[in-house]
Nanobody, 115 residues
């Protein structure tokens, strides 16, 4: 059974940075396109960033220029570097396989941006 474990969240001041990690116990991880998602308080889940098996990335317009997604296939880990954080980035962040065939969701990691 695939397990996704997100970490790295926390309290951060406006304009600060955080680096999230997602460890995935996935066979053939290097063959899986992965995404980061987030669920802001009271809102629906939204796609933040995607990284393909070849390292190509797609970033949501709302975070473009501030967030970067990367992966380390040897560690079966996906990262989300978040810079210049805004209040609207406050959310629970999750990683999962891109697309509709999701793995079982992890617990996520809370990011709270304060002024």
């Amino acid at each position: 059974q695939v397990q996704l474990v997100e970490s790295g969240g926390g309290l951060v001041q406006l304009g600060g940075s955080l680096r999230l990690s997602c460890a995935a116990s996935v066979n053939m991880f290097n063959n899986v396109t992965m995404s980061w998602y987030r669920r802001p308080p009271g809102k629906q889940l939204e796609l933040v960033a995607t990284i393909t098996t070849s390292g190509g990335t797609t970033i949501a317009d709302s975070v473009k220029g501030r967030f970067t997604i990367s992966r380390d296939n040897t560690k079966k880990t996906v990262y989300l570097q978040m810079n210049s954080l805004k209040a609207e980035d406050t959310a629970v962040y999750y990683c999962n396989r891109a697309g509709s065939e999701s793995f079982i969701w992890g617990q996520g990691t809370q990011v709270t941006v304060y002024s």
